[in-house]
């Protein structure tokens, strides 16, 4: 190879300055100003030097031709020699050849700037903000909750990188979101899975982390390679709650993310919903109105005064919160056995509108024992359930419903692909048919009458919003059927969207699982308090009490006023921790649907059949 020449080496300077940008360019402009100005001047001095006496020598010609160089509109109040006349033309036309060029540069630097700024890749400078990674349609709930939780805050900010548009994405959680107070957003573009795209949120200084499962193939690859990244960056960072949707994936994530991560396993929650709500109708909504800002939240309190006493004593502590269970130096448990002795250690779990409403009791009315209906728990029979369609987490749901009926009851599925292959069930009996579950006569075909619980599967095979479609009209039909036949069965159905509820209120299904609104109302609970994930683990998982909305009639007498108190021993009597009540005459009207969580224990309220008290307990 030969030698490289001086002009070679020059041109390769020259170009690798050229490439430093705009500044670079206006430096380079500089310089052949200067050059320009220094030879129309030496020019003039020399050619013209009577022009240049009257023009106050070498001062005055500097400043002549720096004015001719950068306003050519000069040369026309010129007057004097044509030599003199010709030189300033010629530093009016370089002018114009430099003023022309610093406006392009300016422009195009100017140009990319705002572009640069409309990408959204400077660093965002803020303390205690809320850090959310990725983009799916949990980030709408998230972010829609977290405004609630910091209505009452100044300077709240949320910080989101995701690999979109910066003004595509303000003007998404503007449309969907709304107003959101006094929470500022923060919107940056990059990708979560880059360390150094990460860098641009101050992690350091942030609250909370929040990774996003992103609506793509493979989703749990994109959260373990943020989580990865995470990791990956020097120095602390504040806790993590991450979503998966494969529990297949949980160990790798906990691996990936270290101990600092609290992991939400989406799959496994919303199948534990969808059969919990199968059984007893209204734990969705229960547990919605548990997990968002809107009403009643959940809180650790240390009550020394409460110390030695048993968790049924407690109950009647608090004037406005709700008992739900304890955290021992062994772990969190909901409902434990009322005689359990309360340490000096312990935090009491409570659900309350505000910790700062918190108080303890000077005194509790009794109960009264009018009302109170003794517990007789019903002998466990055999049920026939019915569920229509199949999906990803269909095998799951069937094994969770095995541990909840009775030995002898019978599943019998019916879809487009139904699944096969389940082996090690207990109780119950599986069978499997074709069927189309949006036509009315392929349902009728199926006897549906003599089933007592009938669940809806979104197909995900099908894109999100046509899957949802095909929910509706199954519901619709079911609900036509019945109107029709006088058939009695409960409908719990899975949809996608949120929007499409108020639609699916019209089949009055007995329930509707939106799982991504599930998911990311249990997210934002996480990112406002990580220290409540065992809570809400435990909350989620069959191995302890659940959330149940009973008949009423099991625990009181119907017709006549009863306060709240008498409720609580009732069902303390059965074994049962009660925090609230759902009015069945309400169950169409949003957004509580008639649950009513931490009800005022003294308010006396006359209850009727179909009502429902809501109890954390064993299945």
């Known amino acids: 190879m030969s030698k490289a020449t001086v002009k070679e080496r020059a041109r390769y300077w020259f170009d690798n300055t050229m490439a430093r940008g705009t500044a670079a360019l206006i430096g380079w402009?500089?310089?052949?100003?200067?050059?320009?100005?220094?030879?129309?001047?030496?020019?003039?001095?020399?050619?013209?030097?009577?022009?240049?006496?009257?023009?106050d020598g070498l001062p005055g010609v500097l400043w002549l031709s720096l004015m001719?160089?950068?306003?050519?509109?000069?040369?026309?109040?010129?007057?004097?020699?044509?030599?003199?006349?010709?030189?300033?033309?010629?530093?009016?036309?370089?002018?114009?050849?430099?003023?022309?060029?610093?406006?392009?540069?300016?422009?195009a630097g100017l140009r990319g700037k705002i572009e640069e700024l409309r990408k959204g890749r400077s660093r965002v400078i803020e303390t205690g903000h809320t850090v959310i990674l990725g983009w799916s349609e949990q980030l709408y709930?998230?972010?829609?909750?977290?405004?609630?939780?910091?209505?009452?805050?100044?300077?709240?900010?949320?910080?989101?990188?995701?690999?979109?548009?910066?003004?595509?994405?303000?003007?998404a959680i503007r449309a969907r979101v709304g107003d959101t107070g006094r929470t500022r957003l923060v919107c940056r573009t990059g990708r979560p899975t880059e360390p150094g795209d990460l860098d641009l949120l101050s992690l350091s200084t942030a609250r909370t982390i929040v990774v996003l499962s992103p609506e793509q193939e493979d989703p749990d690859a994109h959260v373990i390679k943020t989580l990865l990244a995470l990791a990956k960056r020097a120095g602390e960072h504040p806790p993590v709650v991450a979503a998966i949707a494969s529990s297949r994936n949980m160990a790798a994530a906990r691996l990936a993310g270290g101990p600092g991560v609290h992991l939400v396993d989406s799959d496994d929650i919303a199948a534990r919903l969808i059969v919990q709500s199968s059984r007893q109708s209204g734990v969705s909504v229960v547990c919605m109105d548990l997990l968002n800002f809107d009403g009643g939240e959940i809180y650790l309190r240390r009550d020394p005064s409460l110390a030695g006493r048993s968790y049924g004593q407690a109950l009647d502590a608090y004037a406005t919160a709700t008992v739900l269970g304890l955290r021992t130096p062994r772990g969190v448990t909901l409902n434990p056995p009322p005689d359990t002795v309360i340490g000096t250690s312990d935090a009491i779990i409570v659900l309350a509108q505000d910790d700062s409403l918190i108080s303890l009791a000077s005194g509790t009315a009794p109960a009264d024992e009018r009302h109170?209906?003794?517990?007789?728990?019903?002998?466990?029979?055999?049920?026939?359930?019915?569920m229509l369609g199949w999906n990803g987490r269909a095998a799951r749901i069937i094994r969770y419903l095995d541990g909840y009926v009775a030995p002898g009851s019978v599943l019998d599925v019916a879809g487009d692909h139904p699944g096969t292959g389940l082996e090690g069930?207990?109780?119950?009996t599986v069978n499997a048919k074709e069927c189309d579950t949006t036509d009315r006569y392929a349902l009728e075909s199926l006897g549906v009458g003599v089933y007592q619980h009938v669940?809806?599967?979104?197909?995900?095979?099908?894109?999100?919003?046509?899957?949802?479609?095909?929910?509706?009209?199954?519901?619709?039909?079911?609900?036509?059927?019945?109107?029709?036949?006088?058939?009695?069965?409960?409908?719990?159905?899975?949809m996608h969207d949120e929007n499409n509820r108020a639609l699916a209120e019209v089949t009055e299904a007995d329930d509707i699982v939106i799982s991504d609104t599930v998911i990311g109302l249990l997210l934002a609970q996480l990112a406002e308090n990580p220290h409540l994930a065992e809570v809400f683990g435990h909350l989620f998982d069959s191995a302890g009490s659940e959330v149940y909305p009973r008949p009423v009639e099991n625990y009181v007498t119907t017709g006549e006023p009863v306060a709240f108190r008498t409720i609580v021993e009732s069902a303390l009597r059965h074994g049962e921790t009660a925090i609230g009540y759902r009015v069945s005459a309400e169950s169409g009207e949003p957004p509580h649907y008639g649950v009513v969580l931490n009800p005022d224990r003294s308010r006396a309220v006359t209850f009727t059949p179909g009502d429902s008290v809501i109890v954390l307990a064993e299945h």
């Open 29 to 55: 402009l500089a310089l052949v100003s200067l050059v320009l100005i220094v030879v129309v001047s030496a020019l003039t001095m020399w050619l013209t030097p009577d022009e240049a006496l009257r023009h």
């Open 68 to 107: 001719h160089a950068l306003s050519p509109g000069k040369i026309a109040g010129d007057a004097g020699t044509a030599p003199f006349l010709a030189i300033m033309l010629g530093a009016s036309l370089g002018g114009i050849f430099i003023v022309s060029i610093l406006v392009g540069v300016l422009s």
């Open 141 to 171: 709930t998230i972010v829609s909750e977290l405004t609630k939780a910091h209505a009452s805050q100044h300077g709240s900010v949320i910080a989101i990188l995701a690999d979109r548009d910066k003004p595509a994405m303000e003007d």
């Open 372 to 386: 109170i209906v003794p517990a007789t728990p019903p002998a466990p029979a055999p049920e026939r359930t019915l």
């Open 425 to 428: 069930l207990r109780n119950l």
């Open 455 to 494: 669940i809806v599967l979104s197909d995900d095979q099908l894109d999100p919003n046509h899957a949802d479609n095909r929910t509706l009209m199954t519901l619709l039909q079911l609900r036509d059927m019945q109107a029709t036949l006088g058939e009695k069965y409960s409908i719990v159905s899975e």
